[in-house]
């Protein structure tokens, strides 16, 4: 099935992750990129080769990298534990749990190929479960970008954070959302990326641009959808949250992840307890064994794509 | 310090160890009291640590692996000055930072620890810190042998050597018991020397509740250029209480009102003897 967004000449984030982390290295020694045979698939080969004092291989071995992030994060470095997102978050949560969460060590956790970017991989590959386990953890911020721009400003924001921060994002080729001239990006700040009145869209990672596809097919039939890219799963920007679900007449959710325990049932939980109960729909990956396919073959099984969205709007506001 | 000093404040740390135990009615009472001589010799003669260089990057580093013998912990900070000792009065109690491993909320303790085959790792990422920073600090590593199966230690040991890490020092409390049986029965790691020395690490045993044999050895670090030092420091479960010496409930067992009595009276029988 051909994928949704044309591959050219857009980049993927794990590009844009890669130029910012060397960019950023360039005037600062203390950007040190930590890999457990994950250079090669997080893009940090350029990396290795123009920093090698600052990249440290641990080998497959993901309860190390994290372990060594800390240890290393503990002394002043500013780290990012890099590696994709099914083990890091998987195998290695008790590190991220203990080691850097709850000692607060300000390691940046870099899960990559997140999702279902290894869709035909299978199971051992994906990461449908790392929103949950996370946000049930103490003291971690949670951040999908969407696009180029918020990938970047994710990045230089997280090495001037002095806290754990968790960083997902996949490898596909992403079109920008929106004209971002004097924007000013913000780890808890939701992005509007289009206003309405009738349905507010609210995704994170790579299926925001899929909601705003859906937002203009919804506008041919006369329905207008405010899609705002919540780049943030904790802290949930809950004042921008609030304010759309009262301004519009039903809430959809997107998200590349089970649909528990992640960015849909945040913001119901929020929504629910101040009150604010609207038709709400959270789109995500089902529980259910994962259909097998590309990235884009399973999020058009489940309808993660600009049809589905709009069909589960248009059925809310019905 | 001289030998004796040092034996003495060994006594004196296993008095109070069991004196806040009891008081909190919980703790790790055997394990404390085998690896008491090591944290001893490590805080008193040989780190570089101290409540007025503790925020200074140039200080050596303790990371308790063996999170659950924090008594031991405790009860020597409060001796270096890290906190008042009646602080320890709250060990366990609501609200109370001193809790059953250690935390950073308590003054002196570098790192959250508790979950097992954790403590190595960031020794590892710490001392590539060291080494990346050209900084003289050394780090130092306390494990059970109980913990030798988390596979996170053996993960830990190939970075160790594959960094050349000889400002890393690994300390194994090896007293044989864990909570379930000894360690043989449970998972026999043995043999612990050739296994780190095929690992790439610098190997040295000692009699870990010997203080003057520990100061001896821990004085000569690294044990090689080039690579990381691993002591097997063979001590005694319970060290010191003859009635909790190689004895399984002692893992986390409290003394009674009796029990701690003759504790008290054996440890300062034995301070007469020294």
């Not at chain 1, 479960?129 to 996370?134: F, I, K, P, R, V």
């Not at chain 2, 040989?46 to 405790?74: C, W």
């Not at chain 2, 090896?174 to 690490?201: H, M, R, Y």
């Not at chain 2, 005694?236 to 009595?261: D, F």
Request: charged share 20%.
């Amino acid at each position: 099935m051909a994928e949704q967004v044309n591959a050219l000449p857009y980049k993927a984030n794990l590009d844009i992750y890669s130029e910012t982390l060397q960019r950023l290295a360039e005037t600062d020694s203390n950007i040190i990129a930590v890999t457990s045979d994950s250079r090669g698939s997080g893009k940090l080969v350029p990396f290795g080769k123009k920093f090698p004092a600052q990249i440290i291989e641990v080998g497959i071995a993901e309860q190390n990298l994290v372990g060594v992030a800390a240890g290393l994060a503990s002394c002043g470095k500013k780290v990012f534990a890099t590696s994709p997102a099914c083990f890091l978050t998987a195998r290695a949560l008790e590190q991220i749990k203990n080691d850097v969460a709850y000692s607060n060590n300000p390691v940046n956790v870099v899960g990559i190929s997140a999702g279902v970017s290894y869709g035909a991989l299978g199971t051992t590959h994906h990461s449908l479960h790392d929103y949950a386990a996370l946000r049930a953890i103490n003291n971690i911020i949670i951040v999908a970008p969407a696009d180029n721009y918020e990938t970047e400003q994710a990045i230089e924001v997280a090495a001037k954070t002095n806290a754990p921060v968790y960083l997902r994002f996949g490898k596909k080729p992403m079109p920008p959302l929106k004209e971002t001239t004097g924007e000013v990006f913000q780890f808890g700040k939701g992005r509007v990326i289009t206003e309405g009145t009738d349905v507010a869209i609210v995704a994170c990672g790579e299926t925001v641009y899929p909601a705003l596809e859906a937002a203009h097919l919804l506008k041919e039939k006369n329905i207008t959808a405010t899609v705002i890219s919540m780049h943030t799963i904790r802290p949930l920007d809950t004042d921008l949250l609030a304010h759309v679900a009262q301004q519009c007449k039903a809430v959809v959710t997107v998200e590349e992840h089970s649909v528990y325990g992640g960015l849909g049932e945040a913001c119901a939980a929020y929504l629910l307890q101040q009150g604010i109960c609207k038709p709400f729909k959270i789109i995500g990956i089902p529980d259910e064994y994962t259909v097998t396919g590309s990235q884009a073959d399973i999020f058009n099984h489940y309808g993660i794509n600009k049809e589905g969205i709009a069909a589960q709007a248009m059925k809310l506001l019905q | 310090m001289t030998t004796k000093e040092l034996k003495q404040k060994s006594i004196e740390y296993r008095k109070k160890i069991l004196q806040y135990i009891v008081k909190a009615k919980a703790g790790h009472t055997g394990g404390s009291l085998s690896c008491t001589d090591i944290l001893n010799v490590l805080y008193n003669e040989i780190m570089n640590v101290s409540p007025q260089n503790f925020t200074s990057p140039d200080r050596d580093r303790y990371i308790q692996s063996k999170g659950h013998t924090v008594e031991a912990l405790f009860v020597v900070l409060a001796d270096k000055g890290f906190f008042p000792e009646e602080d320890l009065n709250t060990l366990c109690q609501y609200k109370s930072h001193y809790i059953g491993h250690p935390t950073r909320k308590v003054n002196g303790v570098e790192q959250n620890t508790g979950a097992l085959g954790h403590g190595l790792p960031i020794a590892v990422g710490t001392a590539i810190a060291a080494k990346l920073d050209n900084k003289d600090f050394r780090v130092f590593t306390l494990l059970g042998d109980g913990e030798m199966p988390e596979g996170s230690n053996w993960e830990a040991a190939l970075s160790a050597a594959h960094y050349k890490l000889d400002n890393l020092c690994a300390i194994v409390d090896k007293n044989n018991l864990q909570i379930t049986a000894t360690t043989a029965d449970v998972c026999n790691t043995d043999p612990l020397d050739e296994k780190w020395k095929s690992f790439g690490w610098a190997v040295k045993e000692v009699d870990g509740n010997d203080v003057e044999a520990l100061k001896n050895v821990l004085s000569n670090l690294p044990f090689e250029a080039g690579k990381p030092s691993f002591l097997i420091a063979h001590t005694t479960k319970g060290k010191g209480v003859s009635y909790m010496e190689n004895t399984l409930k002692w893992h986390h067992g409290v003394p009674s009102n009796e029990e701690y009595k003759q504790a008290i009276r054996e440890l300062e029988e034995s301070l007469l003897t020294i």
